[in-house]
């Protein structure tokens, strides 16, 4: 059964959705770079969009069901939002080259310039200002996912404590009339 979009809520998993749509992205935007500097750029800043995706996916698929799997997914996290820096950055120097000569971005297949000057620089800062949109959104939900793993682990340890109190009140409690029985027997 499929829900209307009006309804629906926002999946605590997004983050991985979002990464996705960073790589593929991150590769229509690396596919205007001309050809000499696509193959100095392209190959990292690809790979950094990877790595985003990939940490993010193994985030989402390791549930922080004990403290080494938690510490895994932090991993994973704190890795995604690194690598998630990392490319940012790397998109900055590819959009400072490519709008050194924004028409050579739009070539047709007979290499011939498709679109003007202007129209291909408004068309790179839109592809470069939705880039960013999509990173600083991730960004913040990666930093929601681990804010929410810290309060889980942190309720999770107050409530061991709990039980560990009422444990041994429970003890402290059954020892409490055993030893009144045997002041009672001398």
């Known amino acids: ?37 696509s193959r100095l750029l392209a190959p990292k800043t690809a790979g950094l969009a990877a790595d985003v995706l990939i940490y993010a996916e193994s985030a989402n698929n390791t549930y922080p069901s004990d403290k080494v ?47 003007s000057s202007s129209e291909a620089t408004r068309k790179l800062e839109n592809m470069s200002q939705e880039l960013g949109e999509l990173i600083d959104k991730e960004g913040n939900k990666l930093a929601g996912v681990m804010k929410s793993d810290k309060e889980r682990a942190k309720a999770a340890r107050q409530s061991a404590r709990k039980k560990e109190v009422e444990q041994e009140q429970e003890e402290t409690a059954q020892e409490e009339p055993t030893q009144e029985n045997s002041v009672e027997r001398t």
């Open 69 to 115: 799997k938690a510490e895994k997914r932090e991993e994973y996290l704190v890795s995604a939002a690194a690598s998630l820096h990392s490319l940012d950055d790397m998109l900055a120097h590819c959009y400072e080259i490519m709008m050194k000569n924004p028409e050579g971005c739009f070539v047709g297949s007979d290499g011939k310039r498709t679109v």
């Open 1 to 37: 059964m499929s829900v209307l979009k009006s309804h629906r809520s926002e999946s605590k998993a997004e983050y991985v959705s979002i990464a996705n749509q960073i790589c593929n992205d991150t590769i229509e935007f690396l596919s205007r770079l001309s050809a000499r500097y």
